[in-house]
């Protein structure tokens, strides 16, 4: 059938027919084709006309081509649809690892040992002692559907100090070398908020939890300027590809914001891009923050013209669905049906220090998103912004749930209600998941909670509208993924079931399209 065209532009979309306006003549029009306006009818039209990045109308063939210059490059879509420029609300945005680390990701790897031939193949071109560094690796996705091991790791690496991050980015695993520089060992405490994985006979495994990871990370050499910078503009380059045209960035740092602006200033960064700042654990980190946010423009300022936002602050209130981390109000499962007793995962931040680091941030109209993933943690960011918001009723700050996945009845209803009465308490859904990491997720959440999983039919009927994202390098970023999880809602392999999460919660296409254009858009404060 004919395929989809996302249009390359950055600006918001008009709703109904041509203005008569006096304009410019557009630079570009796309004509004869099904041009997916999502305006508030759905209103479906044969052709688009852009002018210095916009679009200035939508109408029927006839009309466009008239509005057309000499000097107008005139496309004819033979019947192809067009949608406006996708967002992605929730993308660590970035290809660095993939650009000069092993990629795990790949989904012809299916079992250890195929993991271990990729690291195998990184060590044959790396001097011994020197470090080999990897990501996206999951263990649902593997044969023998288990964490890599440091013993695994040392067959291959006895030489090299190795380190592997999970596909989520809240554990990895290291080998015998890595952990012997970190001085890990039995014996070794559990760090706050983090979890040291051990064999049966007290040693440590290797896998690290959350924010044990940096009891290994922080030994490895981070990536040089010049990487960094290279992984974010072939990111760029790969959304303008997809026909992604805007990113929520979420925990940059301030190099990550100078290469923003150089390459803003270079004339390269053509993806409209709203960084958070990585935001306090502590609070005495809190005043650090602020000042960063301080220091720029506040949205909807931004600089070059709506292309990088200083957007506010990335807070963290739990960890990981994968690692059975995330703070849940009872304990999670484990393959599928058995249950892990004693482990309801735990906050990432103190409870009561996020509570007053949020509201403090919203009393200085700071816009906050929080990374919530458990129940238990979605309630506790939800209630925190109803009650900042309560003390400080500000309107329009527009603070987010990042990921969101198992909301209570009492979350729905709240971010139903902050959203009608103060524009704020919008989910930033990572459909993605349930197909990506779908598998072993189905496993860990269990029958019950699969159920609730990205509710997206329920929110949509409560009235809460949702940012559709990637989370990657969690998941792969095209955003055509993530609009067929919200509709298919299947997994990856099937290892539970084609549709562990069940359907109830699906949507259709046209729903699943206005959470990655015009919500999401609210969201990043482009419209």
Do not use: C
Not at 183 to 211: F, M, Q, W, Y
Not at 240 to 260: F, Q, R, V
């Amino acid at each position: 059938g004919a395929g989809v065209v996302a249009a390359v532009v950055t600006g918001l979309w008009l709703a109904g027919g041509p203005t008569r306006a006096q304009a410019p003549a557009p630079d570009l029009v796309l004509v004869n084709g099904r041009v997916i306006t999502v305006d508030a009818r759905d209103t479906v039209a044969e052709a688009v006309a852009i002018a210095g990045g916009r679009i200035v109308a939508v109408g029927t063939t006839s009309e466009i081509r008239a509005r057309a210059a000499s000097s107008t490059q005139v496309i004819d879509l033979g019947g192809r649809a067009v949608t406006p420029g996708l967002i992605d609300t929730h993308v660590h945005f970035t290809e660095v690892d993939q650009l000069f680390n092993v990629d795990l990701s790949d989904p012809a790897i299916t079992e250890m040992d195929d993991v271990l031939a990729r690291v195998a193949a990184q060590v044959a071109k790396t001097k011994p002692g020197e470090w080999v560094r990897g990501r996206g690796w999951d263990e649902g996705k593997l044969k023998e559907r288990r964490h890599i091991t440091a013993a695994d790791l040392d067959k291959v690496a006895p030489n090299n100090p190795v380190w592997l991050t999970n596909t989520t980015g809240h554990y990895g695993v290291g080998n015998s070398y890595a952990m012997k520089i970190a001085e890990l060992r039995k014996g070794t405490p559990d760090p706050p908020a983090g979890t040291i994985v051990h064999e049966a006979d007290g040693d440590p495994n290797g896998v690290l939890l959350e924010s044990a990871q940096g009891l290994i990370t922080r030994h490895i050499p981070p990536m040089t300027r010049e990487q960094q910078k290279a992984g974010i503009a072939k990111l760029v380059e790969d959304f303008n590809a997809e026909g992604m045209t805007g990113a929520k960035d979420p925990g940059i740092s301030e190099l990550k914001w100078e290469l923003y602006k150089e390459l803003l200033q270079e004339g390269r960064l053509t993806v409209r891009v709203f960084a958070l700042w990585a935001g306090p654990r502590k609070l005495e980190e809190a005043a650090a923050v602020q000042a960063r946010v301080n220091a720029n423009p506040r949205p909807p300022q931004s600089l070059g013209e709506g292309m990088l936002f200083s957007g506010g602050v990335k807070m963290y209130m739990d960890g990981s669905g994968g690692a059975r981390t995330a703070w849940m109000h009872d304990d999670w499962n484990r393959n599928l049906t058995d249950v892990d007793r004693g482990n309801a995962g735990y906050p990432a931040t103190p409870p009561d220090q996020y509570r007053t680091m949020a509201a403090n941030f919203h009393k200085a109209g700071v816009h906050v998103s929080t990374h919530a993933i458990g129940d238990r943690a979605i309630d506790w960011v939800i209630d925190t912004y109803a009650q900042a918001i309560a003390a400080t009723p500000t309107r329009g700050l527009r603070h987010g749930l990042i990921h969101a996945n198992v909301p209570t009845d009492h979350a729905i209803y709240e971010m139903a209600r902050l959203q009608r009465d103060y524009d704020a308490g919008y989910p930033e859904a990572s459909a993605g998941f349930m197909w990506w990491i779908g598998d072993n997720y189905a496993g860990n959440f269990g029958p019950v909670r699969n159920r609730r999983m990205k509710p997206l039919r329920t929110w949509q009927t409560k009235g809460v509208r949702w940012g559709g994202g990637s989370d990657f390098g969690v998941t792969p970023f095209p955003a055509r993924y993530g609009l067929w999880a919200s509709v298919a809602r299947e997994t990856l392999n099937g290892t539970f079931g084609k549709t562990p999460f069940g359907t109830d919660e699906a949507v259709d296409v046209r729903t699943a399209l206005r959470s990655y254009t015009i919500w999401a858009a609210h969201t990043m404060f482009l419209d």
